[in-house]
């Protein structure tokens, strides 16, 4: 089964705060790609990342990083001196192989406040 | 570079009615794809498109919704009739090809309410 657990419903937090989004995600394909997308207000889902299950480097970019790790099967999120900018709706996705499709969490609202 | 348009923004009907959302992908890109959207949910593929064949409807109600995609541009997603569980955002995306390695773009989607 392919399944993407966001257990995190919603987070508030004050700006300037780190904050970290976590993903786990099922699969039995060895082949696979992770991805976080962003959705914001306005409703346009905005690519963030995406990583293949061959690369557990962890990425960093600006005030964003991810920590992906097989042996936990997760791809966590984190937003680094948070700004009420970052506030959206985060979500993981996974794509495999054997399924052949875009498989989305359910999403985490994340809340900044000034 | 021009996103992923669609139209309408947002669109009211009551239950029974017929309703059609259009797309229009990023110019180049063959892979099209429909996603709905239920408030407090993450997008679920509807149907997805190479070109202008269908290449995986298989979570797509076919007793009610139908989409095309002539010539392989612009697609039409239609609901006939709509019942009030359609209501949601449907989103089109569309990518330079299939596969995990093609990132998908998004468009702002069209917010159905069925009353």
């Known amino acids: 089964a392919q399944k993407v657990t966001q257990a995190q419903t919603e987070i508030s937090v004050v700006e300037k705060e780190d904050v970290t989004l976590d993903c786990v995600y099922e699969t039995r394909d060895t082949t696979y790609y992770l991805f976080w997308y962003k959705q914001p207000p306005s409703g346009e889902l905005v690519f963030l990342i995406r990583?293949?299950?061959?690369?557990?480097q962890n990425e960093i970019s600006g005030r964003y990083s991810w920590n992906f790790q097989k042996s936990t099967s997760s791809f966590n999120f984190t937003i680094t001196a948070s700004q009420v900018v970052d506030s959206a709706v985060y979500f993981c996705?996974?794509?495999?192989?054997?399924?052949?499709?875009?498989?989305f969490g359910a999403g985490t609202r994340l809340a900044v406040h000034p | 570079e021009a996103g992923v348009a669609q139209s309408p923004r947002y669109k009211i009907i009551e239950k029974r009615q017929s309703v059609a959302f259009w797309c229009n992908p990023i110019?180049?890109?063959?892979?099209l794809y429909w996603y709905q959207q239920i408030l407090g949910q993450g997008p679920k593929l509807l149907i997805q498109f190479q070109n202008n064949g269908v290449v995986d409807d298989s979570q797509l109600p076919k007793d009610r919704f139908s989409a095309e995609r002539l010539k392989g541009v612009d697609s039409t997603l239609k609901i006939q009739p709509a019942k009030l569980e359609d209501s949601a955002v449907y989103l089109c995306?569309?990518?330079?090809?299939?596969?995990?390695?093609?990132?998908?773009?998004f468009g702002p989607g069209t917010r159905l309410t069925v009353l």
């Open positions: 995306a569309s990518s330079l090809n299939r596969g995990g390695n093609n990132e998908q773009f």
């Open positions: 990583r293949n299950s061959f690369d557990e």
């Open positions: 996705a996974l794509f495999s192989g054997g399924y052949n499709k875009l498989i």
């Open positions: 110019s180049g890109h063959a892979t």
